[in-house]
């Protein structure tokens, strides 16, 4: 499976963003998808994370209450609905794909296929 993480882009604080990554050469509705944020500081932040039907989703703790995580499988497509972003947010956005959905999905290393990243800046 391959990923394509795009709708990144500088905005500024307070402001929303939906980042989306598409799937191709494979099944997207196999696999369980989640997000995560890279910064020069912090590798592969946990930031949402979704299962293969879309009935359940997780959210690392600076996501909640700010951040969806949402899949259209007909469309091969998930995004993530960025709210009231803050520069805190501003990092590299990551989709990865898992097999399985569980506790552990806020563990990069179970992840088996990512995507190339999508930038997102965000100023006061």
């Known amino acids: 499976v391959q990923l394509q993480a795009s709708g990144g882009g500088s905005v500024q604080a307070g402001d929303s963003l939906r980042l989306s990554c598409a799937a191709s050469g494979g099944s997207m509705s196999r696999y369980a998808m989640g997000w995560f944020r890279q910064t020069p500081e912090q590798a592969h932040e946990f930031v949402g994370a979704?299962?293969?039907?879309?009935?359940?989703?997780a959210y690392g703790d600076s996501a909640k209450g700010r951040f969806t995580v949402s899949r259209v499988n007909a469309k091969k497509t998930v995004y993530l609905q960025m709210n009231s972003l803050k520069t805190g947010d501003t990092a590299r956005y990551f989709c990865a794909a898992t097999s399985q959905y569980g506790p552990w999905v806020t563990n990069p290393s179970r992840y088996d296929y990512w995507g190339q990243g999508t930038q997102v800046t965000v100023s006061s």
């Open positions: 979704i299962n293969l039907d879309g009935s359940n989703a």
